[in-house]
C-alpha cells in the first residue's frame, strides 16, 4: 500500500514550524535580552541617549552623555549589571560627541603625551599631563580616571564636553573610542 503525501498540508506545517521557531527565537531574543539591556544602558546615571545592537559575539553600544555624566561609572554599571545578558559577548562602547573644533584641536595637542603614557603603562602622568594643557585654556576643566580595562577623560570646554575612553590593552592603530 501506496501512501501519499498531500503536498499543501506538508507546506503549511513548514511554514508554520519555520514561524513558531525564528518568531520565539526573535521574540526571546528581543524581549528576555535586548530589552533588559537597553532599560540598563538608557537608566544609567548620565546616559541621555543610547543605541544597542546585540550580536551571538559582541555587544555594540553608541551612548550621548550628559556633560557631567561620570563614563566610568557607565560603563561599569553596563558590564556589571547586564552581565548576564551579555555573558561573553565583547562589549564596544562607543560615546557620541558633539563636535567642538577647540576641544578637538586641544586634544591632539594632548594626544601625543597621553598616547607615550598608555604605551609606557606611566597612567599616573595622564591627569598631569592634560592639567599641563589645560593650564593654557582658563575655561578647560579635564578630569581622569582609570579601572583594570580603560582610561576615561572627560574635557569641558565651557558648555562643550567630550569623552574619551582608552583602552589599557596595547592595539596597534589608532584608538576605537579617541
Known amino acids: 500500500m501506496k501512501m501519499k503525501l498531500r503536498v499543501l498540508p506538508v ?7 519555520a514561524g513558531v521557531l525564528f518568531g520565539g527565537w526573535f ?3 528581543s524581549f ?6 537597553s532599560h540598563i544602558i538608557n537608566t544609567a546615571p548620565g546616559v541621555t541617549n543610547s543605541t544597542m545592537k546585540l550580536s551571538s559575539n559582541q555587544v555594540d553600544v553608541e551612548l550621548t552623555l550628559k556633560p557631567d555624566a561620570n563614563l566610568r561609572q557607565v560603563v561599569e554599571l553596563i558590564k556589571d549589571e547586564g552581565a548576564s545578558i551579555i555573558g561573553k ?6 560615546i557620541k560627541n558633539q563636535p567642538s573644533d577647540k ?5 591632539s ?11 609606557t603603562k ?17 575655561t578647560m576643566n579635564v578630569d581622569s580616571e582609570m579601572d583594570e580595562y580603560n582610561v576615561y577623560i572627560r574635557l569641558t570646554d565651557g558648555d562643550t564636553t567630550k569623552f574619551i575612553m ?4 596595547s592595539q596597534i592603530g589608532v584608538w576605537p573610542n579617541e
Open 89 to 94: 559577548r565583547t562589549v564596544n562602547i562607543t
Open 166 to 169: 582608552l583602552p589599557r590593552i
Open 27 to 29: 521574540a526571546y531574543t
Open 32 to 37: 528576555a535580552m535586548e530589552n533588559p539591556l
Open 11 to 17: 507546506i503549511l506545517s513548514v511554514i508554520i514550524s
Open 109 to 119: 595637542k594632548a594626544l601625543f603625551e597621553v598616547a607615550q603614557a598608555m604605551e
Open 103 to 107: 576641544l578637538d584641536q586641544w586634544w
Open 122 to 138: 606611566h597612567y599616573a602622568d595622564i591627569p598631569t599631563t592634560l592639567e599641563k594643557y589645560a593650564n593654557g585654556v582658563p
